[in-house]
């Protein structure tokens, strides 16, 4: 199985901030993966896929690279909304899996 | 409204069984794979397991940790997914989320339900 590795799993940001997130997959996955962004008690929301894809609708500070193993989210000036936990999960083999998430909270 | 809406959750002891139901609306349902993804309290994301088109046999995966146990089935004239769930254990409590495969193959969860909890407990 494909492992994926989250970095921080915690950040503490304030607004306005430039944020980066990494994920780190156990064996390469080309571009296969996605990154989410779920509020407390809220279902997830998709962001980037084939890591670099920005989703309809989502502001232009988020933005996803990365091909491989390595792969980063940043988010280029932190708003208030973002504060959030942040997911990547791949999509390149089964059993698919999700990284074990980042926290983004207001310092 | 493009949607998805869970429901069939909540309190079960262990060992019993428990069908969760996915109603889908706003989309052609039968032109996407499905998954779904549970969330134990307070934890990470899980991926469960998909379950693939018509056009691909309604070919299914599972995630290991419930391989055997859990079922996921489709009604593509009822635009509603389902997971059977069989031999429940207290590590299966977790909010369920039916979601949408985006993309061919599928790249991307692009559509998720409000979720559904399922309490595993005596």
């Known amino acids: 199985d494909i492992q994926l590795t989250q970095s921080p799993s915690f950040l503490s940001a304030s607004v306005g901030d430039r944020v980066t997130i990494t994920c780190r997959a156990s064996q390469g996955i080309s571009s296969f993966l996605a990154w989410y962004q779920q509020k407390p008690g809220k279902a997830p929301n998709l962001l980037i896929y084939?890591?670099?894809t920005l989703q309809s609708g989502v502001p232009s500070r988020f933005s996803g690279s990365g091909s491989g193993t390595d792969f980063t989210l940043t988010i280029s000036s932190l708003q208030p909304e973002d504060f959030a936990t942040y997911y990547c999960q791949h999509l390149n083999s089964y059993p698919l899996t999700f990284g074990g998430g980042t926290k983004v909270e207001i310092k | 409204e493009v949607q998805l809406v869970e429901s069939g959750g909540g309190l079960v002891q262990p060992g019993g069984s428990l069908r969760l139901s996915c109603a889908a609306s706003?989309?052609?349902?039968?032109?996407?794979?499905m998954d779904w993804v549970r969330q134990a309290p307070g934890k990470g994301l899980e991926w469960v397991g998909r379950?693939?088109?018509?056009?691909?046999?309604?070919?299914?995966e599972y995630a290991a940790s419930v391989e055997g146990r859990f079922t996921i089935s489709r009604d593509d004239s009822k635009s509603s997914l389902y997971l059977h769930m069989h031999s429940l254990k207290t590590e299966d409590t977790a909010v369920y989320y039916c979601?949408?495969?985006?993309?061919?193959?599928?790249?991307?969860?692009?559509?998720w339900g409000r979720g559904t909890l399922v309490t595993v407990s005596s």
């Open positions: 084939a890591a670099s």
């Open positions: 379950i693939r088109k018509k056009a691909n046999i309604y070919t299914t």
């Open positions: 979601t949408r495969g985006g993309g061919s193959p599928p790249w991307y969860f692009d559509l």
């Open positions: 706003g989309f052609i349902f039968s032109d996407h794979f």
